[in-house]
């Protein structure tokens, strides 16, 4: 059984910057998952935010927050960080992170998921 934990939420002002991170129970080697975050504000949906796709190594992003967060490994941590900078009121929900084995063209979609964390809100004031 995989347990993830999310740190680093909290409330921030426009602008401002916040580092989320993602660590699994011990024993869990996140290689063998795809590890993505999303994030859900209230009244709606689970929006993608980002995957770290093991196959190739690369990053995809959401379009919402495309070239102002990113997603990184940190190897020996085994721990999957996500930087947010220029935070916008639009960017206040609750980020979880979740681990799968969606094909890449599933990336994107919160049913290919299965392992899920209990979420940090990060809330942020205009």
């Known amino acids: 059984q995989v347990q993830l934990a999310e740190t680093g939420g909290g409330l921030v002002q426009a602008g401002d910057s916040l580092t989320l991170s993602c660590s699994a129970t011990?024993?869990?080697?996140?290689?063998?998952?795809?590890v993505a975050w999303f994030r859900q504000a209230p009244g709606k949906e689970q929006e993608f935010v980002a995957v770290?796709?093991?196959?190739?190594?690369?990053?995809y992003y959401g379009d919402s927050v495309q070239g102002r967060f990113t997603l990184f490994r940190e190897k020996f941590k085994n721990t999957m960080t996500l930087q947010m900078n220029s935070l916008k009121p639009d960017d206040t929900a609750v980020y979880h992170c979740?681990?799968?084995?969606?094909?890449?063209?599933?990336?994107?979609?919160?049913?290919?998921?299965?392992?899920w964390g209990q979420g940090t809100q990060v809330t942020v004031s205009s």
């Open positions: 011990k024993g869990t080697t996140f290689s063998d998952y795809q």
């Open positions: 770290f796709y093991y196959d190739s190594g690369r990053t």
């Open positions: 979740a681990a799968g084995r969606p094909i890449l063209s599933a990336l994107r979609n919160v049913k290919m998921y299965y392992y």
